[in-house]
């Protein structure tokens, strides 16, 4: 701290990675205090958007910060950092929650950002979504997607086909039609056939004749 004291006296540059390693250890010695005011400063300054930066802040430091912050209901100071991040084109979405594979907590921090009022990027949806997918919690992802949907987002086409189909083949499908008339709704229909096929070829009859019930309802 004495140095990067020094630094900004004497007016050499700190970059993002200066404060990084500050952060990072100041959370391994359970500090959080001192990490929060630093934090603040590198937020504030933008200094992690520094075209000229050369040293940058490593997913070691940010990762137990976002952590202590979203667990702490510092959800808007978490998400200003992600957005940094982001901008900065580092691929850490919900950063530490993701890595650690715990794509619930994830989730309740997503919620907890939408309750404050903040507008989140697509691509923090795409990362929750996959992670709840991948770990098999659908019916969860799905209400994420419908989440995204309706703050009149249209991307990952693809990841919501997966969404769709693996809804209707665990026999979620009074669930899954309402994702697909959402869908509808916003111009951004399913493709009926393929989803279909897939329903057929595996055998899951029923499901396959309620879709194809809907579709026919909906000419």
């Known amino acids: 701290m004495d140095v990067l004291k020094a630094m900004i006296r004497l007016s050499i540059p700190a970059e993002a990675g200066h404060y990084g390693i500050l952060i990072e250890n100041f959370c391994k010695a359970s500090q959080y205090n001192n990490a929060v005011k630093l934090l603040d400063k590198l ?3 933008e200094i992690i958007l ?7 802040m490593e997913p ?4 137990p910060i976002i952590e202590y912050l979203c667990n702490n209901g510092q959800t808007a100071k978490a998400e200003i950092l992600l957005r940094q991040l982001m901008k900065m084109g580092v691929q850490e979405p919900i950063a530490s929650y993701l890595k650690k594979n715990e794509s619930a ?3 309740t921090t997503l919620d907890s950002m939408i309750e404050n009022g903040h507008l989140l990027d697509s691509s923090l949806y795409r990362s929750v979504m996959e992670s709840l997918f991948e770990d ?18 249209k991307d990952h086409e693809e990841l919501i086909a997966k969404i769709l189909e693996d809804l209707l083949m665990r026999g979620h499908v009074e669930e899954a039609i309402g994702r697909i008339d959402l869908l509808m ?5 399913p493709h009926f056939d393929s989803l279909l ?6 055998g899951k009859t029923i499901s396959a004749l309620k879709l194809s019930d809907f579709g026919l309802e909906r000419d």
């Open 197 to 202: 096929s897939v329903l057929c070829e595996k």
């Open 185 to 189: 709704v916003i111009d951004l229909a």
């Open 105 to 107: 907590d994830a989730k």
């Open 50 to 56: 520094r075209p000229q930066s050369t040293l940058h």
């Open 136 to 153: 098999g919690r659908i019916q969860t992802a799905s209400r994420v997607m419908k989440t995204m949907l309706e703050k009149g987002l």
């Open 60 to 63: 070691s430091a940010y990762n």
């Open 43 to 45: 937020t504030e300054k």
